[in-house]
C-alpha cells in the first residue's frame, strides 16, 4: 500500500485537506476527491483543456498538473465563477446568449482560459483571443461562436 499524503488546497477561496498519492493530478483530486465535476477531463494528456483551471491567475491544464504541487496555491474552477451578487459569470453568460456552448464538454475549460486572458488583457483584439485559447479544443461549434462569446464579454472586463 502506498502512503497518502495529506496537503492543504486552496480551492474557489475554501481551504480544502485531502489525502492524496504523489503522482494524482489535481484533475483527478478536483472530480474524484472533492467532487468538482465541472473540470473535465478529455484527452488526460494535456492536448484538449478541457481540464483547464486557474493556478494563481494562470491558466493549467489541470490533468498535468500535479496536485501536490497545487499546494499553498489559489485554484479557481469553473464552479469558482462567480459575477456580482453570486450571478453567473459574465463569461458564462456570454457562451449561453452567443450560443458558445454545444455539447458543453470543452466550456468549463474554455471559459477559464478566457478568464485567464481577460484578467491580463481585458481588450484582447481577436488574433489574441485566439492565441489564449490555443490548446483547447472543441469538437462541436467550429469556434466561430466561442470567440463570438469572448469578443461581446470582453468590455465588461476593460
Given at each position: 500500500m502506498r502512503m497518502k499524503h495529506l496537503i492543504s488546497l486552496r480551492i474557489n477561496g475554501r481551504e480544502e485537506n485531502v489525502y492524496v498519492q504523489a503522482w494524482w493530478s489535481l484533475a483527478y483530486v478536483l472530480r474524484e476527491v472533492l467532487m468538482l465535476t465541472g473540470t473535465k477531463i478529455g484527452c488526460g494528456?494535456?492536448?484538449?483543456?478541457?481540464?483547464?483551471?486557474?493556478?494563481?491567475?494562470?491558466?493549467?491544464?489541470?490533468?498535468?498538473?500535479?496536485?501536490?504541487?497545487?499546494?499553498?496555491?489559489?485554484?479557481?474552477?469553473?464552479?469558482?465563477?462567480?459575477?456580482?451578487?453570486?450571478?453567473?459569470?459574465?463569461?458564462?453568460?456570454?457562451?449561453?446568449?452567443?450560443?458558445?456552448?454545444?455539447?458543453?464538454?470543452?466550456?468549463?475549460?474554455?471559459?477559464?482560459?478566457?478568464?485567464?486572458?481577460?484578467d491580463e488583457n481585458p481588450n484582447p483584439n481577436e488574433v489574441e483571443v485566439k492565441e489564449g485559447l490555443r490548446g483547447n479544443l472543441c469538437r462541436c461549434t467550429g469556434y466561430s461562436k466561442i470567440l463570438e462569446s469572448i469578443m461581446a464579454v470582453k468590455k465588461n472586463f476593460a
Open positions: 494528456t494535456g492536448d484538449c483543456g478541457a481540464c483547464t483551471v486557474l493556478v494563481d491567475g494562470k491558466a493549467v491544464k489541470s490533468c498535468l498538473f500535479l496536485a501536490m504541487k497545487a499546494r499553498g496555491k489559489d485554484i479557481t474552477t469553473i464552479e469558482g465563477l462567480k459575477g456580482e451578487n453570486g450571478k453567473i459569470h459574465p463569461l458564462q453568460k456570454a457562451f449561453v446568449e452567443h450560443f458558445g456552448v454545444q455539447c458543453g464538454y470543452c466550456t468549463p475549460g474554455m471559459i477559464m482560459a478566457a478568464k485567464a486572458l481577460l
